[in-house]
């Protein structure tokens, strides 16, 4: 048996992941135990987790596999700081000590880190490190149902590379060509996220929910000013209106002087028209890329299958787009597309690509991304008698048909069950559910239930067998990663008055008989639910379907804006009690709102920071 420890850290969505003979046995994010954000520690209480799930010590893993090398990153840093000289010293005297200190002499910190969790674990020379794309395009390929694909890898950067193009072939991947820093698709998208007043990192999908409420007015001057942009994909950035390659910030006066508007500031700027269609125009811009990215490399290698890793690769409107122009016969995405993601990818990497070892099945490997803890009833029962919960404890049967019956009445409800997700989607392990024929339910949960803002849209989860009845779709979506518009018989046409409306204005129309996840220009982002991999959650739509007709349930995460998603009983408890949530459901047991104590309802919304 060769077990093998992935870790990705020190940047952003810190992960640990665990394979053993190839098989993928846990992974998760250190936000979810932490409960903070993106948390970028080393992944302590993640590795925990894993190690427990695999019944391992640490000295008993025989490999421990970082996901990219400090210090090729190192030399990027010191490279570029050279080529910006003098103006990059503020930032490079910022970042050199805690270099100095910690990351360049990483094999030594992770050693000391390691040994906290069993002093036993005394060999170094397990400590291996892999590069960050290669990282990604692994995690993209191995788990991967293809025996064959052209994998494309898109982020902000890891240690040089922004793009890459690799080809995997059984257990063999070999990258092809890169795209090198500063010239970055991630870092270009997240220089509008900054600009529209959104966090880095984490605001890169309100840039994208935003973008269909405006116009891409400014698709043409992105092109021509701020990029070169070849017919085959390949781009260079015009540097003069960016600071992020040695400054503090990510764009300059220069840049709010093209767009004739500063940097907003979400505390006291209200969004505009003008932002939604800056997001519109960078969101067309990304999707002129990548269409065309992948369109030359359809052509150049003839190989009928694509995957897709990398922070880019969580564009579902741009997976959609893929998809939609038929450029490849099939396309994988990795679920945990951004760093978290590099952890399983480093692991992979080593099993397969350095120890030769071949793959065995050629179907998707990643068990729906359910990786995460899962509770016994024990624990669940004393943990909520500890809580002072009130709960009754049912059937699986029974579940599935109160918990339609109370969605169908437009009740909202916490969704508990079995191992949680890897990746930043909830996926039926830990959801929200709601009715998606409800007109006011997109409002509802954004402003009460959410805590924030009213235009972010949300996902449906559909039955597999059902999604081409509902959806411009006919593929499998299990991680929510396609959009695609919703039926033209679902459809409700808008009248003229309606369609002179000008941004959130819009909100308010409904647009299909599921209005709850029909964004503004009928598109959603689709989970197909298998019964192979979460059986309970499909027996939940089944019945939700029996006295609706409808097999379309809302799922959005379990948790407020700001918050990781929910991880233990008391997470999901103490988000159940401080929200407008109606119901929880944890597994077999069920709370109804109307009979907690009042006492212990919470002040949930300020508790955590703004995302």
């Not at 799930?53 to 996901?67: A, H, I």
């Not at 960050?132 to 390929?141: G, I, L, P, V």
């Amino acid at each position: 048996m060769t077990s093998i420890l992935g870790i990705s850290a020190f940047y952003h969505d810190s992960a640990a992941a665990l394979v053993v003979n190839g098989d993928i046995i846990a992974a998760a994010q250190e936000e979810r135990f932490s409960r903070k954000k993106h948390d970028p520690r080393y992944p302590f209480n993640a590795v925990n987790y894993v190690l427990s799930e695999g019944k391992l010590k640490l000295s008993e893993v025989d490999y421990v596999v970082f996901f990219e090398k400090p210090f090729l990153k190192f030399e990027r840093l010191l490279e570029t700081y050279m080529a910006f000289a003098p103006k990059g010293f503020q930032s490079f005297s910022l970042s050199m000590p805690i270099w100095l200190r910690e990351k360049l002499f990483q094999k030594n910190f992770l050693f000391e880190k390691l040994q906290q969790h069993d002093e036993e674990f005394k060999d170094i020379k397990k400590i291996k490190f892999s590069e960050h794309h290669f990282s990604h395009a692994a995690s993209a390929f191995y788990p991967s149902p293809f025996r064959e694909a052209v994998v494309l890898t898109l982020d902000g950067v890891g240690e040089w590379a922004t793009t890459t193009v690799a080809v995997g072939r059984d257990n063999k991947l070999e990258m092809i060509k890169e795209i090198h820093f500063p010239h970055s698709l991630g870092l270009l998208y997240s220089a509008f996220t900054y600009y529209t007043g959104f966090k880095v990192n984490s605001g890169e999908y309100k840039v994208m929910g935003l973008a269909p409420y405006g116009k891409p007015k400014y698709k043409d001057l992105i092109i021509k000013e701020l990029m070169d942009l070849k017919e085959d994909g390949s781009f260079k950035l015009n540097m003069k209106y960016f600071n992020y390659a040695t400054g503090l910030t990510m764009t300059n006066k220069k840049f709010s002087d093209l767009f004739g508007h500063p940097i907003r500031n979400p505390k006291k700027d209200l969004l505009k028209d003008f932002h939604m269609d800056i997001a519109s125009s960078i969101q067309a811009v990304t999707e002129e890329v990548v269409i065309r990215l992948t369109k030359n490399i359809a052509n150049e290698y003839k190989i009928k299958n694509l995957c897709l890793a990398g922070g880019v690769a969580l564009n579902c409107v741009a997976n959609g787009k893929i998809l939609k122009k038929k450029i490849f016969e099939k396309i994988w995405i990795q679920p945990a597309a951004g760093d978290a993601g590099g952890s399983l990818g480093a692991a992979l990497a080593y099993w397969h690509h350095e120890l030769k070892n071949l793959r065995k099945n050629f179907k998707d490997q990643m068990k729906g991304a359910y990786l995460g803890p899962k509770f016994s009833e024990k624990h669940i029962e004393n943990k909520l008698k500890k809580l002072k919960g009130k709960y009754k404890k049912k059937t699986n049967d029974e579940i599935s048909s109160i918990v339609a019956k109370e969605l169908s009445e437009s009740k909202t409800v916490g969704w508990f069950q079995g191992r949680m997700e890897f990746g930043p989607r909830a996926l039926g392990g830990r959801s929200i559910l709601a009715d998606p024929r409800s007109e006011k339910m997109q409002k509802e949960l954004n402003l009460k239930i959410k805590f924030r803002e009213s235009f972010r849209p949300f996902a449906p989860s559909v039955l597999r067998e059902d999604v081409n009845s509902w959806f411009e779709l006919d593929n499998d979506s299990p991680y929510m990663l396609l959009v695609s518009e919703v039926k033209k018989d679902k459809q409700i046409k808008m009248k003229t008055a309606d369609e002179n409306l000008f941004g959130i204005d819009k909100l308010n129309v409904k647009r299909s008989s599921i209005p709850a996840i029909t964004h503004v220009d009928y598109s959603a982002r689709i989970q197909t639910v298998h019964k192979e991999t979460n059986p309970k959650y499909f027996d939940l739509i089944k019945e939700f379907k029996k006295i609706t007709n409808c097999p379309v349930l809302v799922n959005t995460s379990f948790n407020v804006r700001g918050e990781p998603i929910v991880c233990s009983v008391e997470d999901a408890f103490n988000c159940f009690m401080g929200t407008n949530l109606d119901i929880l459901v944890i597994e077999d047991f069920i709370l109804f709102k109307d009979e907690q104590d009042k006492s212990l309802i919470k002040d949930y919304k300020n508790k955590f920071e703004l995302d």
